[in-house]
């Protein structure tokens, strides 16, 4: 009768064919790592926090303000553009700073972090003071959508991949702490509705350059890797560069149904998260707000990403992961539906802005973690560059189909555009349960 039942049991578990984890009702989060060889705490792993959120600023700062530069752009130096057309510079950068990736960490576990984080500073810093002086479509594509793009995507894997050197149990809050540098999203919106209209477009750009290399400086010093303890540096070393990147394109992750999932997943909830950050702003325009109404738009949802990138990272390391990232895509999509498509008044659209701000940053700040859930940190890297290379693809083309619907600039068509971005959140959400019930079934209150 026993040996039935232990039958029984062990049937309901399976195991991931890389990994080797234990999936089901016996699935344990943290089975398949040495816990004693992650500090979880102590003021150089608290410090290393603090250079990673610095640097993030520099990339989540900038990319949170993507809005505030289409807008003035759109309106002044490329008035005569179709949005369709405008719409590269924005999907090129955030391609780049996803896919990029797939060279970051090689790099970075050849080199470690400082060597890779000085060409991606220099690129994105030098990207943005060029991008201070583009006045055409082609100016604007390869100064902010290759260079600053291609940069800020060599610093974005590094930064937030050392985090998972020096936290386990803790990692949700460490990176939490480390992503609420996108708080620069909420500063930098209104430092440049500030500066628009006393110095104009080109000095404005170049004062928010010059915080970013200054913010570059801090975090350089700061950060610290812990290769020398998680990773065979010579092993990894006696490889070329060429064959750790082909080792980083991990494509048989995607034979574990949980990992394929979750990619699934992120690369549509992607497509919401770049037509909502990036035309929040030129919505409110055509809803009657003034330019610099709008920069208010932007900074509302960014003030409250910054809550977002805690609070949810903080409950995570308390009922799990992908648990926390299923209700945050669900908010963010009743969001769009029950408040920013109806559009009640300007009140509503504000309060729109908010919640989606807080859920959208949630669920960007718990895709490492989430991945990570899944991944033996010495895989991490690569398994993140490999699932950010797909979700990438999902960028550099979700723009250009949204902007389809807005090229006339009305509200029907903004409805249509938002129509989208919340049936594709919707997908993400269903894509998300489907991930987690595939790791432990229907078991609703396990630790996933």
């Known amino acids: 009768m026993r040996t039935d039942i232990q ?21 344990d989060a943290f089975a398949h790592e040495d816990e004693d060889k992650f500090p979880d705490g102590g003021w150089r792993a608290w410090t290393v926090v603090l250079g990673s959120s610095l640097g993030l600023m520099t990339v989540f700062g900038i990319m949170q303000t993507i809005s505030s530069i289409q807008v003035f752009v759109s309106n002044n130096m490329l ?22 990736g797939i060279v970051a960490g090689p790099l970075f576990d050849i080199y470690g972090i400082k060597k890779v984080l000085i060409p991606g500073m220099l690129l994105n810093c ?29 610093m974005m894997n590094p930064l937030m991949s050392v985090i998972s050197h020096w936290f386990l149990r803790r990692r949700g809050i460490a990176n939490g702490f480390a992503q ?26 170049c004062i928010m350059a010059s915080i970013c290399v200054f913010l570059c400086f801090l975090s ?38 949980p990992f394929s999932l979750l990619v699934v997943a992120l690369f549509f909830n992607e497509f919401s998260l770049l037509l909502v950050i990036t035309y929040i702003g030129t919505y409110g325009e055509v809803r009657g707000m003034s330019e610099s109404d709008s920069y208010l738009l932007v900074t509302a949802m960014n003030a409250a990403g910054v809550v977002g990138k805690l609070v949810p990272n903080y409950f995570s390391d308390k009922i799990g992961r992908f648990n926390v990232m299923i209700l945050v895509s669900s908010i963010m999509t009743i969001s769009i539906f029950a408040l920013w498509l109806p559009y009640y008044n300007r009140a509503a659209l504000y309060t729109f802005s908010c919640i989606y701000g807080f859920a959208f940053a949630g669920s960007y700040s718990m895709t490492p973690v989430t991945i990570s859930q899944i991944s033996l940190t010495r895989q991490f890297g690569s398994r993140y560059a490999t699932a950010y290379l ?23 068509g903004y409805n249509n555009m938002i ?30």
Request: aromatic share 14%; proline share 2%; with cysteine.
């Open 180 to 205: 609420a540098g996108s708080i620069a999203g909420v500063l930098f919106p209104i430092m440049l509705r500030s500066l628009y209209p006393k110095l104009g477009y080109s000095s404005s750009m």
């Open 390 to 412: 797909v979700v990438a693809f999902g960028n550099l083309i979700s723009m250009p189909i949204g902007s389809q619907f807005i090229n006339q600039q009305t509200i029907h």
């Open 419 to 448: 129509i989208f971005a919340g049936c594709t959140t919707l997908i993400a959400t269903t894509f998300f349960i489907l991930s987690r019930t595939s790791i432990v079934g229907r078991c609703l209150f396990k630790f996933v």
């Open 7 to 27: 039958a029984r049991s062990s049937s309901l578990e399976i195991k991931t064919p890389l990994l080797q984890i234990t999936t089901g009702k016996s699935y």
């Open 126 to 154: 030098i990207g943005l003071y060029a991008t201070a002086f583009s006045t055409k479509l082609w100016h604007f594509i390869l100064s902010f959508g290759f260079a600053s793009g291609i940069g800020s995507g060599m």
């Open 79 to 100: 008035k005569d553009v179709k949005m369709s057309a405008t719409s590269w510079i924005f999907s090129l950068y955030m391609f780049f700073n996803l896919s990029m």
């Open 220 to 257: 350089f010093f700061l950060v610290q890797d812990r290769r020398s303890v998680l990773t065979d540096k010579d092993t990894v070393k006696g490889r070329s560069l060429w064959k750790n990147i082909r080792m980083v394109l991990d494509f048989r992750s995607f034979k574990e149904k």
